[in-house]
């Protein structure tokens, strides 16, 4: 799949969420389950309402028991955002497993996943700049900047797409190494967060 086939997956979902714009409006993937363009969508979903949580927490008015449900609601959906990640790594790997390495091949600096990962992100920069750049109600010099800011990110996007698809070619032909590291977040793990395991002595 095309770095072009992921940013289109990405707008539509972006935009099938902004049909109702709310944090609890359930996911309807127009893709087959468990289909490689279902874990792009699921994972830009959960990309787009972690955006808009964002956004509500930083509510200056919010009260301290909304903003910890919030807070812990974030939590969690980053850590279903490294998990969508890793699945996306496991499809890679599985798909590159019998290619032949050659001997001078480089590792890269980044897994194929959380380079779409940056690509899923960037779709949700462009809309929500976009929306800031088309604003009637603001002066013309801030229009302006916010033109500016979405013209690099639209730059960003290209510039990173490429990168994509070359990345592909490189490890169909041998010239990358197909390498994951995993993310082994440690602050959701009862096993490796000393403030979850000291609740549970053994």
């Not at 497993?97 to 480089?106: C, L, S, T, Y």
């Not at 462009?126 to 002066?139: G, L, P, T």
Request: some cysteine.
């Amino acid at each position: 799949m095309t770095a072009q086939r992921m940013n289109e997956i990405f707008d539509q979902c972006i935009a099938d969420y902004h049909i109702h714009d709310h944090i609890d409006t359930a996911e309807k993937a127009p893709f087959a389950e468990g289909s490689f363009e279902n874990l792009l969508y699921h994972k830009n979903w959960i990309d787009t309402v972690q955006w808009h949580l964002e956004d509500i927490i930083r509510d200056p008015k919010i009260s301290p028991e909304n903003a910890l449900v919030i807070k812990r609601r974030i939590d969690a959906s980053n850590q279903d955002r490294t998990d969508l990640v890793e699945k996306v790594d496991d499809y890679y790997l599985e798909l590159f497993e019998k290619i032949e390495v050659k001997p001078e091949a480089r590792v890269n600096t980044e897994s194929m996943a959380w380079a779409i990962d940056r690509l899923s992100i960037l779709a949700l920069k462009i809309y929500h700049m976009r929306q800031e750049a088309e604003r009637k109600n603001i002066d013309q010099a801030l229009q302006a900047k916010n033109q500016f800011k979405l013209n690099v990110l639209l730059t960003q996007r290209d510039d990173l797409s490429l990168a994509i698809d070359q990345l592909l070619e490189d490890l169909k032909s041998g010239n990358r190494v197909m390498k994951v590291y995993r993310q082994m977040k440690m602050y959701n793990d009862p096993e490796l967060n000393p403030v979850l395991y000291a609740q549970n002595p053994k």
